[in-house]
């Protein structure tokens, strides 16, 4: 079962009131774990949960609470419906009796790379599109009633998606949609091999701004959503699972890129990613945020009937299926 740590005080330290919860995935390393930190630097009314294994958050808490006393953790294992939903109980109980101040943001940062498109999560899912895409609605659905305006929830997506040679250097294949083959174990050609596990990644990083772009149509005024895209950054540990060539290039050859403007590290990425949290960062929900501003995503990404069609399948695969909650109404 998860369970939550206590917050406590740093030594000699000024306890600020947290009036407001901010929720995050993907907040124990790499960009995430930066953006947390800055998070806590420049908003110390805020109490940040941390979504994440219980043995890689109880890595990080201290260096956390160092920062500020407002961090708790709940476990959870994102490729598991069962567990996302005995995290998002959790939460519910905490918010609904005010050991949490109220939610005021919710960031989905994990997400997986795999060097297949074969491997089954406990549901029998594709790993991938199960935790990049499914999970992130499974929480959303659960948490949405509980979000307090004004305030902002974070996905955060690649320019991967849009397979092209401008955009990903001919390292990623094109993103191939098409449900339900794609949540599948096997769902693209040649499934065993790397090729087949980058365009997975891609296509559930498409899938994301998809969801997106439905949420924005169904959240109430006062609630945005927005995609971001970090782009490249070196150091994330990301590609410790993508198979072939791409760790050594992502560990020997793009850092030589960080003196460009084309390559982040995780501390200036964690950095810009804490502004669009924080909302630093203007943009309207449902946009696309590359590094620092909104821009447009790629022309498939737009796209409101597959939008549509995939909340349809999600709201019908059994981590919905007979929710409580009242489901967000699309807009006319």
């Not at 806590?40 to 808490?61: F, M, N, W, Y």
């Not at 939008?307 to 695969?317: D, K, M, P």
């Amino acid at each position: 079962m998860p369970t939550r740590s206590r917050t406590i005080s740093p030594k000699g330290s000024h306890m600020t009131t947290a009036n407001r919860t901010l929720i995050m995935t993907g907040a124990t390393r790499g960009i995430g774990l930066h953006a947390a930190r800055d998070v806590l630097r420049r908003s110390p009314d805020a109490h940040l949960v941390i979504l994440g294994r219980s043995s890689s958050a109880a890595e990080v808490l201290p260096s956390l609470r160092e920062i500020s006393p407002h961090v708790s953790t709940v476990d959870i294992d994102l490729a598991s419906m069962a567990s996302v939903a005995a995290a998002g109980a959790q939460l519910e109980d905490l918010l609904d009796s005010d050991q949490l101040p109220p939610l005021r943001g919710l960031v989905f940062n994990a997400g997986v790379h795999l060097s297949n498109a074969l491997e089954a999560t406990v549901d029998g899912y594709e790993r991938t599109f199960a935790v990049n895409v499914m999970a992130t609605h499974q929480l959303l659905r659960q948490l949405h009633p509980h979000i307090q305006a004004p305030s902002r929830i974070v996905v955060t997506v690649s320019d991967a998606h849009f397979g092209d040679l401008r955009h990903t250097g001919g390292t990623m294949p094109a993103p191939r949609w098409a449900l339900p083959e794609i949540s599948r174990p096997g769902g693209f050609d040649r499934s065993g091999e790397v090729r087949a596990g980058r365009r997975a990644y891609v296509t559930s990083k498409l899938g994301g701004i998809h969801l997106v772009h439905e949420w924005a149509r169904r959240l109430p005024d006062g609630i945005e959503i927005v995609s971001y895209n970090p782009s490249l950054v070196v150091g994330t540990g990301l590609a410790r699972e993508t198979g072939g060539a791409f760790p050594f290039l992502m560990s020997r050859i793009i850092p030589l890129l960080t003196v460009t403007p084309l390559v982040d590290t995780p501390v200036p990425a964690g950095s810009k990613l804490a502004d669009v949290i924080l909302g630093v960062t203007p943009a309207a929900s449902g946009a696309y945020i590359h590094r620092t501003k909104t821009t447009a995503s790629s022309a498939e990404s737009y796209d409101a009937d597959r939008e549509r069609a995939l909340w349809t399948w999600l709201e019908r695969s059994p981590q919905t299926a007979g929710r409580e909650h009242k489901t967000p109404r699309a807009e006319a």
